[in-house]
T-cell receptor
Framework: GESVGLHLPTLSVQEGDNSIINCAYS??????FIWYKQESGKGPQFIID?????DKRQGQRVTVLLNKTVKHLSLQIAATQPGDSAVYFC???????????FGTGTKLQVIP | GAVVSQHPSWVICKSGTSVKIECRSL??????MFWYRQFPKQSLMLMAT?????????EQGVEKDKFLINHASLTLSTLTVTSAHPEDSSFYIC?????????????FGPGTRLLVL
């Protein structure tokens, strides 16, 4: 569906603290989920992904949690740095399909 | 690895003219590429799925005669905005999915900002 909001939800975090960005997805048939980071004026950058047969996956400083019961996805960033400031999008992909659907996005502001 | 480029990075054109945007996968082959449009402070909206050697699949509400897509090779897809109007001004982003079996991740280009006067 189309995003109608003109104001992205914003999360302000002190440098060094942990950040948690949440996402509710809509399609019960989705079996693959991705988090992207988008800096101003740039294309989305892959951060981490997770399949529906897992509930947690860790990367470098990032962790994705998946709760299929309530269709909720979260991205945890440890020791947030100024370079983490960006808009973060979750994306979902139904099984058997190639295309992904993006969520509305959350703007992360890191306070030095 | 997995680098996608777009050209041009920004373009300004007069209303009624056509603009072509190129999307290239630089270090991998991509049978499938995607074209998105993004308005300020909004999410990415999928416009169409581009398949090498076949016709593109357009999302509902996207005019295929206005947004022409050509995917002539495994590393290049082009989007032509025909008879552009100010409301077509937007940030156009492509992504490419590696052809290798089992890969599902899309890699995105840096985007092309289009301003139609």
């Amino acid at each position: 569906g189309e995003s109608v909001g003109l104001h992205l939800p914003t999360l302000s975090v002190q440098e060094g603290d942990n950040s948690i960005i949440n996402c509710a997805y809509s399609n019960s048939a989705s079996d693959y989920f991705i988090w992207y980071k988008q800096e101003s004026g740039k294309g989305p950058q892959f951060i981490i992904d997770i399949r529906s047969n897992m509930d947690k996956r860790q990367g470098q400083r990032v962790t994705v949690l998946l709760n299929k019961t309530v269709k909720h996805l979260s991205l945890q960033i440890a020791a947030t740095q100024p370079g983490d400031s960006a808009v973060y999008f979750c994306a979902e992909k139904p099984g058997g399909y190639q295309k992904v659907t993006f969520g509305t996005g959350t703007k992360l502001q890191v306070i030095p | 690895g997995a680098v996608v480029s777009q050209h041009p990075s920004w373009v300004i054109c007069k209303s009624g003219t056509s603009v072509k945007i190129e999307c290239r996968s630089l270090d991998f082959q991509a049978t499938t590429m995607f074209w998105y449009r993004q308005f300020p402070k909004q999410s990415l909206m999928l416009m169409a799925t581009s398949n090498e050697g076949s016709k593109a699949t357009y999302e509902q509400g996207v005019e295929k005669d206005k947004f022409l897509i050509n995917h002539a090779s495994l590393t290049l897809s082009t989007l032509t905005v025909t008879s552009a109007h100010p409301e077509d001004s937007s940030f156009y982003i492509c992504s490419a999915m590696p052809s290798r079996e089992g890969r599902e991740t899309q890699y995105f280009g840096p985007g092309t900002r289009l301003l139609v006067l």
